[in-house]
């Protein structure tokens, strides 16, 4: 903690003195380490660095100087090669990297899946950090910023209800599930309700909040629809369902969760380029890892 | 302990000597309470009655006689409205009644459609109770006999490896889908994978077991398709999507949840109807809770 504090202030004083010069002038940029740009991102951060936290370096040296780096919502096999097609070196991600929430590996130390994937990054460098509590208590939540410019509904944000999305005019169901498609590039989602339903008043919660959150924000909100990202289906779903069967006015579209958060790493692009000025700095989605049928 | 202990001794016994002389006689057939059914039931299972347990009566009076047994995944305020019709007054459940594994009500008190649907229980006198870690259990395990023979693959099934599905002759990803779909009446079903693969070693892993479980289940069996109930979106699936980019020949197929287990409260019936001679005995799917767009 004693360590991380200190190189945090040392990079909020970075970040309000050499970066803007560095901008002005057009000198050469010293080069930066991923910890210097994860303390930079750090210091806007409420409370951060946190003491309990699953935002750690999974893979590689935070003492590395930064090439390049990647946002994404998964450091899939895939996205680590293509990050080292683009001669980049760091990824930001999400969500975790070893298929568990704490990324615990000790389970998975024999797996053939876990040890190609820690040799691909081990041996080209690649630092991974996952950005999840952070990014999450950020003021406004980065993830929800950059899905409600997704969908063109930023300009309907209200801080004090950050969950509360109060269209102008109501569309229906089904209208809003293809404006959730299109707008967020999904293929199939899941719901329930009446298509022909009207929805006004909405309520936005990406990722997998949990069914205690989920259903909290359903009773103190009272929307005409509850979009989320990903439920466990013996929580909400069934909630909603006995809703209905009650004559309760509610909907449920549940996005899929990789598609509900991707938006969140898009914001992130801007916020690390004023950060790490001089680095590329590229947003490339995992995508939806479901096909349907 | 000691008084289910007891009234699990009494049912065994029951059953071993009253019931099939009843049944011979076509004498009138005594009542059974609803905690006198649940001994009989929980006499099969070794290791039961389990000290932890979600299997609990979620509402009513367990020494209530029984007049009619309907068995269902969930207890939807639509399967308890159709109970009442039925005439019947005990509901056995896979899955929990209000909302989160563990039936806790205190953080529902106030909420309306908790009140709505504790009420609708109480003025019917229903009694519901959860059979969820004694029919897994159970030898073998019923929800998995039921989804075998849903699929018909009880023939493959092997007590020594009961998660393993060996087909007689390899069928493509694509065809393996459809079959699960019309068998088990889903509507859409996820997946990874390339439906022209070949599928002949698959692992069956109806539910949500977790993602170490399922995890383990692959890394054991090295399956060409996984298929499951429900997953956590950052765990087994990137586990697959991983494997397939580092060319491992592996699918998965993502039923949902309440589909993939359904069978297992139907394969309940004639074992309720051999432990409560006289007493009918109804299967009412509660169905997908989802539609899909």
């Given at each position: 903690m004693q360590r991380r504090q200190f190189i945090t202030a040392t990079a909020a004083a970075l970040t309000a003195s050499s970066f803007p010069l560095s901008r002005t002038t057009a000198a050469p940029i010293a080069p930066l380490t991923v910890q210097q740009v994860i303390d930079a991102l750090l210091a806007d951060i409420p409370g951060a660095p946190f003491p309990n936290t699953v935002d750690t370096i999974k893979s590689g040296d935070p003492n590395s100087s930064v090439k390049g780096i990647v946002t994404t919502m998964f450091a899939t096999n895939e996205i680590i090669g293509k990050t080292i097609s683009l001669g980049a070196n760091f990824i930001i991600a999400?969500?975790?990297?070893?298929?568990n929430h704490a990324d615990e590996t000790k389970w998975l130390s024999e797996d053939p899946v876990y040890r190609y994937k820690r040799d691909l990054l081990d041996k080209n460098g690649i630092v991974v950090w996952r950005f999840h509590d952070g990014i999450h208590a950020h003021k406004p939540d980065g993830v929800r910023m950059g899905v409600l410019q997704a969908l063109g509904w930023?300009?309907?944000?209200?801080a004090n209800d950050p969950f509360l999305v109060e269209l102008p005019a109501p569309i229906n169901l089904g209208q809003l599930m293809i404006h959730c498609k299109k707008s967020l590039d999904i293929g199939k989602l899941k719901f329930i309700g009446d298509p022909t339903q009207d929805c006004k008043r909405i309520v936005l919660s990406p990722g997998a909040p949990g069914g205690q959150r989920q259903i909290a924000n359903i009773e103190k909100y009272q929307p005409d629809c509850f979009i989320t990202g990903?439920?466990?289906?013996?929580e909400t779903n069934e909630y909603v369902r006995d809703a209905r069967i009650q004559g309760r006015k509610i909907s449920l579209i549940v996005l899929g969760h990789a598609v509900s958060e991707e938006p969140g790493l898009e914001w992130l692009v801007p916020v690390l380029k004023q950060k790490a000025p001089g680095i590329p700095v590229t947003h490339l989605p995992s995508g939806d890892p479901f096909s349907f049928i």
């Open positions: 999400h969500e975790p990297t070893f298929y930023d300009r309907y944000y209200n990903e439920l466990n289906e013996w």
